[in-house]
Nanobody, 115 residues
Framework: QVQLVESGGGLVQAGGSLRLSCAAS????????MGWYRQAPGKQRESVAV???????TSPDAVKGRFTISRDNAKNTLYLQMNSLKPEDTAVYYC?????????WGQGTQVTVSS
């Protein structure tokens, strides 16, 4: 089993920054692929950034240049640094892990960006 616990969400003004963290525990490996997804009210869950075990990063154009994903394998922690936040970034942000057999999700953390 894998447990993922997110933290760092909150309310911020447009143009501000937040740093999300995801603490992973259980049957995890530095070879796992991890990432961040988000879901806004009335919308489908979408990928924000994914990082492979080798450090390859994929992210949509909507967040490139503003969001940075990183991982600390020694601490089993995933991060998402979010800068220049916009009201459209408002969503619940979820931590995700793929271990080659199945995926796991955290409980989510709310990010609200006011205009």
């Amino acid at each position: 089993q894998v447990q993922l616990v997110e933290s760092g969400g909150g309310l911020v003004q447009a143009g501000g920054s937040l740093r999300l963290s995801c603490a992973a525990s259980g049957s995890i490996s530095r070879f796992n692929t991890m990432g961040w997804y988000r879901q806004a009210p009335g919308k489908q869950r979408e990928s924000v950034a994914v990082i492979s075990s080798g450090g390859t990063i994929t992210s949509p154009d909507a967040v490139k240049g503003r969001f940075t994903i990183s991982r600390d394998n020694a601490k089993n922690t995933l991060y998402l640094q979010m800068n220049s936040l916009k009201p459209e970034d408002t969503a619940v942000y979820y931590c995700w892990l793929w271990n080659g057999g199945r995926d796991y999700w955290g409980q989510g953390t709310q990010v609200t960006v006011s205009s």
